[in-house]
């Protein structure tokens, strides 16, 4: 079920052009209810979540708003992939954050309790970010500092400035010292994925379905090596670059796709919400058979979840890291 909820001050120019893309994104989803609101006063915009206007809020949620974005009755502007500003977020993001809506139910925190992946152009933080994605895509490891300081300086930002933003956000993890624990769907330290990027190293994921939305994101073949938690076992998964359906071996191999239902020692009691990192990076995957699967689930009553075939996995990798480097 999708909520949207268009929130705008009185007589905005750019409410009818949010509502006319939200209409041509929303084929497909029969059972959207579109409402909206009209926000006058400041109290009125922190109270419904408007952080200018036009704003729209799917599940109670705004896809759009950066980390520590303040609500207002100003003018808001979006940014085009291309970093043009606009009244009103282009259909295609639109139709990202949607469909991240109606998948995020499995796993929250994975997308970033439905907000997605994507980065805000605003502040560098997409370019910081994306600097950090390459840089693993091509070499399996981080960037110098050079790199993400000449990401951020047109925003004029340092990199160690939008990496914390950047961390406050989830869309990446840092440790005490300042390095990268965790740049999604990659892992710097050794996990049971391990992806073999076509032309490229080999690098590890975070957990399952972060292995099988490399593919998406960098438009190339990679093969999977995952561990089955418990036996040892392995699972072999081929994922094309060309957006076809993965192929694992065996056959009959299944993700798990759950998080911990009570907060683990690692997950400070402030931290709102969650890291994936700390809650369901680790509960998240490849098993050799659905029964395999279940008896693990069952073995861990701290984890809630549920059992996804590879393909379904699969589509839900895709949708949280398809977009991240375009």
């Given at each position: 079920?999708?909520?949207?909820?268009?929130?705008?001050?009185?007589?905005?120019?750019?409410?009818?052009?949010?509502?006319?893309?939200?209409?041509?994104?929303?084929?497909?989803?029969?059972?959207?209810?579109?409402?909206?609101?009209?926000?006058?006063?400041?109290?009125?915009?922190?109270?419904?979540?408007?952080h200018g206007s036009p704003t729209l809020l799917i599940n109670g949620s705004d896809p759009f708003a950066s980390p520590g974005m303040a609500a207002s009755v100003s003018c808001r502007v979006y940014r085009d992939e291309t970093g043009r500003a606009d009244g009103a977020p282009p259909v295609t993001a639109l139709a990202d954050a949607l469909h991240l809506a109606v998948t995020s139910d499995l796993a929250p925190a994975v997308g970033?309790?439905?907000?997605?992946?994507?980065?805000?152009?605003?502040?560098?933080?997409?370019?910081?970010?994306?600097?950090?994605?390459?840089?693993?895509?091509?070499?399996?490891?981080?960037?110098?500092?050079?790199?993400?300081?000449?990401?951020?300086?047109?925003?004029?930002?340092?990199?160690?400035?939008?990496?914390?933003?950047?961390?406050?956000?989830?869309?990446?993890?840092?440790?005490?010292?300042?390095?990268?624990?965790?740049a999604y769907p990659f892992s710097p330290t050794p996990t049971a994925h391990l992806v073999t990027i076509q032309d490229g190293p080999s690098v590890h994921a975070m957990c399952a379905v972060d292995a099988l939305g490399m593919a998406a994101m960098l438009g190339k073949d990679i093969t999977i090596t995952s561990t089955e938690p418990g036996t040892g076992l392995t699972v072999t998964i081929s994922v094309p670059?060309?957006?076809?359906?993965?192929?694992?071996?065996?056959?009959?191999?299944?993700?798990?796709?759950?998080?911990?239902?009570?907060?683990?020692?690692?997950?400070?009691?402030?931290?709102?919400?969650?890291?994936?990192?700390?809650?369901?990076?680790?509960?998240?995957?490849?098993?050799?058979?659905?029964?395999?699967?279940?008896?693990w689930a069952r073995d861990h009553p701290d984890v809630t979840g549920q059992i996804l075939s590879q393909q379904e996995a699969w589509r839900t990798g895709v949708t949280i890291f398809g977009p991240l480097l375009r």
């Amino acid at each position: 079920m999708l909520e949207l909820t268009v929130l705008s001050v009185p007589d905005c120019p750019n409410e009818p052009v949010l509502r006319d893309r939200l209409a041509q994104a929303l084929p497909g989803y029969p059972g959207a209810v579109v409402t909206g609101r009209v926000i006058e006063t400041q109290t009125d915009a922190a109270r419904y979540q408007m952080h200018g206007s036009p704003t729209l809020l799917i599940n109670g949620s705004d896809p759009f708003a950066s980390p520590g974005m303040a609500a207002s009755v100003s003018c808001r502007v979006y940014r085009d992939e291309t970093g043009r500003a606009d009244g009103a977020p282009p259909v295609t993001a639109l139709a990202d954050a949607l469909h991240l809506a109606v998948t995020s139910d499995l796993a929250p925190a994975v997308g970033r309790a439905g907000r997605g992946r994507v980065a805000p152009v605003e502040g560098g933080l997409r370019a910081v970010h994306q600097a950090v994605l390459r840089a693993f895509a091509a070499t399996g490891r981080p960037p110098a500092p050079k790199v993400l300081d000449e990401a951020a300086a047109p925003f004029g930002a340092s990199g160690r400035e939008v990496m914390r933003s950047l961390h406050a956000g989830d869309f990446l993890r840092l440790d005490a010292s300042g390095t990268i624990s965790a740049a999604y769907p990659f892992s710097p330290t050794p996990t049971a994925h391990l992806v073999t990027i076509q032309d490229g190293p080999s690098v590890h994921a975070m957990c399952a379905v972060d292995a099988l939305g490399m593919a998406a994101m960098l438009g190339k073949d990679i093969t999977i090596t995952s561990t089955e938690p418990g036996t040892g076992l392995t699972v072999t998964i081929s994922v094309p670059g060309n957006g076809t359906a993965p192929r694992g071996q065996p056959d009959t191999a299944v993700v798990y796709y759950g998080q911990h239902t009570i907060r683990s020692p690692c997950c400070p009691p402030e931290q709102t919400p969650p890291a994936a990192a700390d809650t369901c990076c680790e509960t998240i995957n490849v098993f050799t058979t659905p029964a395999a699967a279940a008896t693990w689930a069952r073995d861990h009553p701290d984890v809630t979840g549920q059992i996804l075939s590879q393909q379904e996995a699969w589509r839900t990798g895709v949708t949280i890291f398809g977009p991240l480097l375009r």
